[in-house]
Every structure is written in structure tokens, then in C-alpha cells.
């Protein structure tokens, strides 16, 4: 099973500043990694697909990069609205697993 | 607009069963593979299951292979996951997920709480 490990668990900041999520895999998953972002008490989202492509309706300030074992998410500018938590996931083999997810929180 | 609806949640003791629903509406539910996947109270996301458009092919995760059993209606656009021998660790939001392109969840139902307790 692909383990994936984000850090930090919370990353405290302020709205207009950039905030840098990162996961990392136990094995490589190629470019097949997606991020999603969950509100209390809302189901997820999908934010990125195959590590940098934006789903639909997703604003430019979310990015993804990354391969292999390394990958990142990025919001440019942080939005009153982008205070959630987020998960990585990876579809590289079966089972499909998650991350334990980084808690975005307002400084 | 794409809507999936869980259902049939509830309350259960250890050892016993349930079926949840998905009522899915707004696209050819038969083309897509669907999913379920779970998430315990204050926990993070875990993957339970998968079915193919047709209904041919499932996928589970070990935790819950053998006592799970994911199924389909296309003539009712419905999925189901039918739970047995439940645990007290199967507590958990269960959301059902239509499939984008490869195993991407999009979009998510709103869930359904399982809570087994004597």
C-alpha cells in the first residue's frame, strides 16, 4: 500500500499570504496524484488532478506540482474562503489511499 | 448539474448490517465507475470501495473485503453498498464519489453517518 505523509498537519496564516502544502509517497506514483479540499461539516472537493490540472470551476490561485514522490500544493493568495483542510490522494495502484490532511488555519 | 444523494445511514450494533444508497442524477450514470469512501469522526479520508460502469468489475480495501459488497442499479441510477459483521471502527461519514476520468472522486455526495454501537 502507498503511503502519502503531508506536512504540516497546520499550517497557520494570514488571508493574502501564500500558503505551500506538501505530500510526500512511501513509493512513486508517477504524476498521479490529486489534492482535495473539505469545509467542516461539507463533503470534499477536488481541487487538482494528475498532480497540476485544476478541476473544474477551481480558481488559478490553487496549483499543483511535483513527481514521482515529491508533490505540492499551492495557494498563491490566500482567500477567507480557503481555510479548510487538505487531502493528496494517489491512483498509481490499488487501494487508492489518502493523506491525513494539512489543516489550513487563520493566524 | 451532477447530484448524489447517500442514504440509509443509521445506528447499528457490532455484528450487524446495513445498506446504504447513492441516488445519482444529472449525467449517464451507467458510463461512470462510482465510488465509496469514508471518513471517522475527527479522521482523515479512507477509501472503501469501487464499481465499473457495468457493474463487472469491484475493488475493495482489505479492511472491508468480506463483509462489503458494492453493487449497482443502472436502470435505477442508484448505488449501494451493503455492509455486514459491522465494527465499531466502520463508524464513519460514508460518501459516495462519481469517478472522473481515472480514479479521481468528483464529485462527493454529502455523506451518510454509520454509527455501530451496542
Known amino acids: 500500500e502507498i503511503v502519502l505523509t503531508q506536512s504540516p498537519v497546520t499550517l497557520s496564516l494570514s488571508p493574502g499570504e501564500r500558503a505551500t502544502l506538501s505530500c510526500r509517497a512511501s513509493q512513486s506514483v508517477a504524476s498521479y496524484l490529486a489534492w482535495y479540499q473539505q469545509k467542516p461539516g461539507q463533503a470534499p472537493r477536488l481541487l487538482i488532478y494528475?498532480?497540476?490540472n485544476r478541476a473544474t470551476g477551481i480558481p488559478a490561485r490553487f496549483s499543483g506540482s511535483g513527481s514521482e514522490t515529491d508533490f505540492t500544493l499551492t495557494i498563491s493568495s490566500l482567500e477567507p474562503e480557503d481555510f479548510a483542510v487538505y487531502y493528496c490522494?494517489?491512483?498509481?495502484?490499488?487501494?487508492?489511499?489518502f493523506g491525513g490532511g494539512t489543516k489550513v488555519e487563520i493566524k | 448539474e451532477v447530484q448524489l444523494l447517500e442514504s440509509g445511514g443509521g445506528l447499528v450494533q457490532p455484528g450487524g448490517s446495513l445498506r446504504l444508497s447513492c441516488a445519482a442524477s444529472g449525467f449517464s450514470f451507467s458510463t461512470y465507475d462510482m465510488n465509496w469512501v469514508r471518513q471517522a469522526p475527527g479522521e482523515g479520508l479512507v477509501w472503501v470501495s469501487s464499481?465499473?460502469?457495468?457493474?463487472?468489475?469491484?475493488w475493495y480495501a482489505d479492511s472491508v473485503k468480506g463483509r462489503f459488497t458494492i453493487s449497482r442499479d443502472n436502470s435505477k441510477n442508484t448505488l449501494y453498498l451493503q455492509m455486514n459483521s459491522l465494527r465499531a471502527e466502520d463508524t464513519a461519514v460514508y460518501y459516495c464519489a462519481k469517478k472522473l476520468i481515472y480514479n479521481w472522486f468528483d464529485p462527493w455526495g454529502q455523506g451518510t453517518l454509520v454509527t455501530v454501537s451496542s
Open positions: 490522494q494517489q491512483r498509481r495502484q490499488w487501494p487508492l489511499t
Open positions: 464499481i465499473s460502469g457495468s457493474g463487472d468489475n469491484t
Open positions: 494528475d498532480t497540476s
